[in-house]
């Protein structure tokens, strides 16, 4: 690894909403120099685009970068230094025919990627994946880091930590983007500021922000609450809301926050309410085709790079790769089992906080308490969030069932309601589950 010889596979290469972004941000990373990207995934005829485009960037930018197209995950894996899964197992019209399952018993579901049914249900099919990714890592290659940016992220994470000894880290860019967001603003530079973040991925809660002893929190809930009176959508009413009542600030906008809690989203109560509709998946099928149309106008010399890809994100896949290889520190917020990281939430939860990364491991760092409620909240979906790895990695409907029943978007459908929600969802998606669940036990 140390040698200029960096292996880097990518498993879910054909994804059009990472691939493009990692391929410029790999082409920025100095370890990766003289060094392969590997690219593997079942989508042959999308994954050739990929690799057209990331051929024309690299020759552009003048990059000593190896790029390789693979057959099999073994070629993939075998040698790798570092695992990058993006996998969406099932198609995204596999996905939309979930929500609309879940949106035919009343509950308006937006995302789907986190937590509630639709939570459930991908977790369903990623975990039993993904975990066997792992363990096809620790035959092939078992010194890599697995670097996931796969969904649900905290009930995968906590799946890969407790079945394999793989170095893994669970990658989201929320933490980064909120910060950017609420500091863009307000007019402060997030160079500067100083923040306290910790919580389950998708809901991590902010408890400080501040400069020179300046309290930043409530400028930004100022702020929001200003545009929310003026122009009637700030995109962020529900956040703000909670921040008012329980004393600590939800990461990512409300169409993310507001399925972890369990008024918002019930049986008979309407997104439109909250300025949000559920429509995600559909638009962003029509956004993904819409991207696709872009890369292949940069392969043609329609479109310039920079109309394509920004140089420089705010993924932290390069940085990761740097720091291993340099065996110098870097300081970042990765999705990790809890280890007294937040001090009032159960260690058997998977929690997003500040981790820094060294050669070999990394270290978790001590955010302290969340706000009481928050806790609270949060030990509920930690709880859902074990249960649904136990039913996941064994097939079982009655751990699935008792995942549902404890979600707090479940609590106003009748014990009947959850069931057969759960047995049509298991139907529509059992091909891409674990055995015990297309045998119906």
Not at 145 to 165: C, H, T
Not at 330 to 342: E, H, L, P
């Amino acid at each position: 690894m140390l040698n200029g010889q960096v292996k880097t596979s990518i498993i879910g290469g054909a994804s059009i909403t990472w691939m493009p972004t990692f391929i410029n941000d790999l082409s920025n990373c100095e370890s990766m120099l003289g060094g392969e990207i590997c690219l593997y995934d079942i989508d042959q005829e999308h994954l050739e685009i990929i690799h057209q485009f990331a051929e024309k960037l690299m020759n552009e930018k003048k990059k000593d970068i190896r790029l390789k197209l693979v057959d099999t995950l073994e070629e993939a894996l075998t040698g790798a230094d570092f695992v990058v899964c993006t996998v969406l197992i099932g198609t995204h019209e596999v996905w939309k025919d979930e929500m609309n399952i879940i949106h035919k018993y009343g509950i308006e579901h937006p995302k789907g990627m986190s937590v509630g049914p639709g939570g459930l249900a991908m977790a369903l099919k990623q975990i039993p994946w993904i975990v066997a990714l792992a363990k096809r890592m620790e035959e092939l290659c078992p010194n890599a880091w697995l670097l996931n940016l796969s969904n649900p992220m905290q009930a995968i994470s906590l799946a890969v930590e407790r079945y394999s000894s793989i170095k893994y880290l669970g990658l989201c860019h929320g933490v980064t983007n909120t910060i950017s967001r609420m500091m863009y603003l307000i007019g402060e530079d997030e160079s500067k500021v100083n923040y306290t973040i910790g919580g389950v991925n998708h809901f991590e809660i902010i408890t400080k922000i501040e400069k020179d002893g300046e309290d930043l929190l409530e400028k930004v809930a100022q702020a929001y609450e200003k545009i929310q009176r003026e122009k009637g959508h700030s995109g962020e009413r529900v956040t703000t809301e909670i921040y008012r009542l329980f004393d600590g600030y939800p990461c990512n906008e409300d169409i993310h926050v507001i399925e972890f809690l369990p008024y918002y989203i019930q049986k008979g109560r309407h997104l439109e309410e909250f300025e949000l509709t559920h429509n995600y998946i559909e638009n962003r099928i029509k956004g993904r085709d819409a991207r696709w149309q872009e890369i292949r106008d940069y392969i043609d010399g329609k479109k310039e790079r920079q109309e394509v890809v920004e140089e420089h994100s705010s993924e932290k896949l390069a940085e990761i790769i740097d720091a291993v290889c340099n065996n110098k520190p870097a300081y970042m917020y990765a999705n990790v089992t809890n280890k007294g990281y937040i001090s009032n939430l159960p260690e058997s939860l998977c929690v997003e906080v500040p981790v820094i990364i060294h050669r070999n491991r990394y270290e978790g760092v001590c955010v302290g308490e969340m706000p009481k409620a928050l806790a609270a909240l949060s030990t509920v979906h930690g709880a859902v969030q074990d249960l649904t790895v136990d039913a996941a990695m064994n097939g079982d409907r009655h751990a699935a069932l008792q995942a549902l029943s404890l979600d707090p978007m479940c609590y106003t459908l009748s014990l009947e309601e959850r069931s057969n929600l759960l047995d049509e969802l298991i139907a529509n998606s059992a091909q891409y589950m674990h055995d015990g669940f297309r045998k119906g036990e």
